[in-house]
Nanobody, 118 residues
Framework: QEYFLESGGGLVQPGGSRRLSCTSS????????MAWYRQYPGKERELLAH???????NYTDSVKGRFSISKDNAQNTVYLQMNNLNSEDTARYYC????????????WGQGTLVTVSY
């Protein structure tokens, strides 16, 4: 059974918005720092944003001002609200524990694919 289940991806037009969700039946998000990552084909996963157990968000420069990470502890769900999307945001998006070097993390889910195109 996978640790994390991501959903919410799909086709979105440039300039549009999308909200991704991440749930888990094995990890309690209120007790740990969770993060969102994305991966381009043939590239390593990159960290986008993380949110602490105390609900403090942090963002990388690549998404600061456009993406917002949040958490619903009652639903054990982490969200990534993505606004003003462009073609460079086309990627597969994953959630996982926070790690500044994603390749050292394990237990990746299937991710959810976001395609930004007309």
């Amino acid at each position: 059974q996978e640790y994390f289940l991501e959903s919410g991806g799909g086709l979105v037009q440039p300039g549009g918005s999308r909200r991704l969700s991440c749930t888990s039946s094995r990890v309690i998000f209120s007790r740990t720092t969770m993060a969102w990552y994305r991966q381009y084909p043939g590239k390593e996963r990159e960290l986008l944003a993380h949110i602490t157990a105390e609900d403090r968000p942090n963002y990388t420069d690549s998404v600061k001002g456009r993406f917002s990470i949040s958490k619903d502890n009652a639903q054990n769900t982490v969200y990534l609200q993505m606004n003003n999307l462009n073609s460079e945001d086309t990627a597969r998006y994953y959630c996982n524990y926070y790690g500044d070097i994603p390749r050292y993390l394990s237990d990746w889910g299937q991710g959810t694919l976001v395609t930004v195109s007309y």
